[in-house]
Nanobody, 123 residues
Framework: QEQMVESGGGAVRPGESLTLRCEASTSACMGWFRQVPGHEREGVAAVALAGRSRYNDSVKGRFTIFKDNAKNTLWLQMNDLKPEDTAMYYC?????????????????????WGEGTQVTVSD
């Protein structure tokens, strides 16, 4: 069992950028999720084999997910941040990563969550 380690969060103003990092998985199928207190964990972006990626509609055009397979590191570049992006961000490893797997934004499809990194966007 692997445990992810997320980093890169912080407090920024609307319109600014952050880059989140997740270390320690050899899996090609991974995802970024976020959660605010009292709400369920929400899928933000995910990658699968063959370079396929998928995004929550709320972050399309602003966030980019990419996996550095040589370094086993998953990144999330977040641009034009909005107050509604405020949350604890987690990365997870997809349960079962097959060549035909399509990126999933469902948290039940993932395991080995880290402790998260907090992102706060406010004036």
């Amino acid at each position: 069992q692997e445990q992810m380690v997320e980093s890169g969060g912080g407090a920024v103003r609307p319109g600014e950028s952050l880059t989140l990092r997740c270390e320690a998985s050899t899996s090609a199928c991974m995802g970024w999720f976020r959660q605010v207190p009292g709400h369920e964990r929400e899928g933000v972006a995910a990658v699968a084999l063959a370079g396929r990626s998928r995004y929550n509609d709320s972050v399309k055009g602003r966030f980019t997910i990419f996996k550095d397979n040589a370094k086993n590191t998953l990144w999330l570049q977040m641009n034009d941040l909005k107050p509604e992006d405020t949350a604890m961000y987690y990365c997870g490893v997809r349960i079962g990563c097959e060549p035909w797997s399509f990126p999933s934004l469902t948290s039940d499809d993932y395991k080995d969550w880290g402790e998260g990194t907090q992102v706060t966007v406010s004036d």
